[in-house]
């Protein structure tokens, strides 16, 4: 079956990016020229994805109001000839069909993911989380529908990580089943070393079957009392099959300000308006370092 949907959690409180996110939602902070929810959206849209839900929370409304027109201000950009301008926002706007729903409360990642049992319907469904920004040549997310189209099961992004950060993460227990995607037959979020299954931790995208819906709504809440959607993904994998892709390409954790920095920078040197501009002031700076 074909994956046409998209979840990308994004009611998190920003607590490692204050006191910026009091006011401003992390995910509306701009790297280079956008805000990093976009850098999300347009990987789905890549991947063929049509229909977006964010799951919001009372403080992010500015993510609604950035992906609707603007008419007083494309008025504006149209009278004084701002051509990019004008289409970049209107881009924005036409990226993909958007619908948002509320977590009413702060409940942990599985219990904003269930928020989108509605949308989902009965398809396989993206999630990707709003943290976890990629740069990739294939977008990531296009990476796992590929091997959940190929063998028609639930997939999860992973790349090894050390041992000493692998306790943020989730573990997962694989299996080799063709090049870079495994089999999956366990996970645990953020495990103790002696909980450790492998280096392989599972970084924001996910292909899920609707059967996690069933299973989040009986899930206790696990590490730091919140509903985790990796308790969830244990009970999917005992279940039915679930794969791992080894997945190409760059992940940033933008929750945080130094992962935030280095995105921006990456994307900054990818971007025709700065590229030039940034290469000689990093030049410059290193001489004075
Ligand atoms: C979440 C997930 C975790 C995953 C991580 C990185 O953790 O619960 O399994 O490894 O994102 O994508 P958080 O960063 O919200 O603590």
Redesign the pocket.
Known sequence: MKVKKAVIPAAGLGTRMLPATKTVPKEMLPMVDKPAIQYIVEEAVAAGIEDILIVTNRAKSAMDDYFDYYPELEDRLNASRKERELAEVRRAADLANIFYVRQKETKG?GHAIWRAKHFVGDEPFAVL?G??IMRAKTPVIGQLIQAAEKYQCSAVGVQEVSTESISR??SVKVEPLESNVFTVSDVV?KPLREQIFSNY????RYVLYPCIFDILEDLKPGVGGEI???DGLRQLCQRKRMVAVDFEGRRYDT?NVTGFLEATIDFALDHPLTEKWLKAYIKEKAKEL
């Open positions: 990642l989380l943290d976890d993460y989730s979020e931790a599972i970084l924001g985790q959607l990796t929750g």
